[in-house]
């Protein structure tokens, strides 16, 4: 009995750690997707609606995996389209407004720092399907990370406009970036049997790379302040209801409908 | 048919984006195999069952629901009727995968192929020289590592001022 119960455990933290993945890139990706035919040039415009692809299909792949594992003929659109607030499991991070664009980079780049070192990580996973989602996704993070950080320097060490809104916007967003390194019990549970690592180990080589690049970018990391947290377990900042009654609004009234 | 035949009919599916390209040249077909099987008891004879694995190019690239399409549609007119086609994430597709022949295909189309390497984990690092596909000039600068589909990068060459697309290195 203790073993199946063992299992059960297991399986349902799995489950839900798949979510917490599928559903903070999926907030991120239809977060920056609000910049298409708003960005400041048609580059950048197209950069953002680019990787905001790349996440979005990282999701597909992730909510595929929770689907199979959840079984009960679910798919991976009811896990995007028919879940609610309480149920979303992404990181406080994802869902914050795109505010201007320096906000917006620098949103990117915390989290793209943070996803190249679980990523390389979770490559290594016992998992297999975990490991091989993580090594598909790792090379489209490393563009991602390398454009968001550069435009942190370009941002920081620009103009004096560029710079103080910059360092503004990271001051404000820096309480929702410790969260990525509080494990939940199910993250604790997982890393116990080497599904994923150890999330407050990776916050030193997080830190580094972040500092080296505000240095470059002449930007101040903040000091250390009180950490909000509660997305990994579905408690959410004022924003995410309203970003999913906006996404959702099509299955909700009309269930099943297709193009 | 044999799995040979099936590889060279594969070959004339082409990328829905770069429609030069088949999506063997692409490498996002990475295994077929046959089998004999009885479908239905009342079948007087086996059919054959094909198994295609093809990976995906980038996570997102909303094609691959076409490319998937376009694999099941040449076999289906090629006689084949059961048609099983497979996803398959690890070993990550590389560009390194796409045949000399696709490479000089893209060229002539005028998107320059990708190079075996890439400087993505240097901040600024500029990615090394790419070819004008036009005019063959290697003085091209980086508009952006971001172009018009996930594979491609926008350039521009300084000499016959003709801006182009480069398939960006994945690996």
């Known amino acids: ?48 609606s680019n990787i905001g692809l790349d996440l979005l299909g990282q999701t597909r792949s992730l909510y595929q995996y929770a689907a199979a594992l959840l079984g009960e003929g679910k798919t991976e659109d009811d896990l995007a389209f028919l879940r609610s607030e309480r149920q979303f499991k992404n990181l406080l991070l994802s869902e914050q407004p795109n505010g201007d ?38 090379i489209e993070t490393n563009y991602h990370y390398k454009w968001s950080a550069e435009w942190v320097i ?3 060490d620009g103009t004096e406009e560029s710079k103080n809104r910059i360092q503004k916007s990271i001051n404000e967003i820096w309480t929702y970036s410790g969260e990525m390194f509080i494990p939940t019990a199910d993250e604790q549970l997982l890393t116990s049997i080497g599904i994923i690592p150890d999330l407050a180990s990776l916050k030193d080589a997080w ?49 099943g409908q297709t193009w | 048919m044999t799995e040979e035949q099936i590889w060279a009919l594969l070959e004339s599916v082409p990328d ?60 289906i007119e090629a006689g084949i009727k059961n048609v099983q086609i497979v996803q398959q994430l690890s070993p990550a597709w590389t560009t390194d995968w796409m045949s000399e022949a696709g490479k000089q295909k893209l060229k ?17 690092g500029e990615d090394h020289k790419i070819q004008c596909p036009q005019c063959n000039s290697m003085n091209t600068e980086l508009v952006s590592q971001f172009g018009s589909t996930s594979c491609k990068a926008l350039y521009r060459c300084l000499d016959c001022k003709e801006p182009f697309d480069y398939f960006k290195c994945h690996r």
Request: glycine content about 6%; hydrophobic content about 40%.
């Open chain 2, 16 to 75: 829905p984006e770069v429609p030069v390209l088949s999506v063997v040249d692409l490498g996002v077909v990475r295994g077929v195999s046959t089998s004999l099987r009885r479908t239905k008891q009342s079948d007087l004879s086996d059919s054959q069952e094909v198994t295609i694995t093809i990976t995906p190019t980038y996570s997102g690239c909303p094609a691959m629901d076409m490319i998937s399409m376009g694999i099941r549609m040449a076999l």
């Open chain 1, 154 to 156: 370009r941002l920081g």
């Open chain 1, 101 to 138: 664009f320096g906000y917006t980079i620098v949103r990117q780049f915390l989290y793209e720092a943070y996803q190249q070192l679980l990523l390389e990580e979770l490559k290594k996973s016992s998992n297999e399907q975990l490991a091989a989602i993580a090594e598909k996704s790792l």
């Open chain 1, 1 to 48: 009995m203790t073993n199946i119960a063992i299992h059960t455990d297991t399986q349902t933290a799995l489950c839900d750690y798949v979510l917490h993945l599928a559903d903070t890139n999926l907030i991120l990706g239809q977060r920056i997707c609000e910049w298409c035919g708003h960005g400041p040039i048609l580059e950048q415009d197209i950069a953002l």
């Open chain 2, 108 to 124: 002539e189309y005028g998107i320059a192929p990708p190079l075996s390497n890439t400087i993505v984990d240097e901040l600024f």
């Open chain 1, 207 to 255: 830190m580094q790379k972040v500092t080296a690049v505000f240095a470059e970018a002449t930007l101040n990391v903040p000091e250390e302040m009180y950490m909000q947290r509660g997305g990994k377990t579905g408690v959410h900042t004022e924003h995410l209801g309203y970003m999913l009654a906006e996404m959702q609004y099509l299955q909700r009234q009309y269930p």
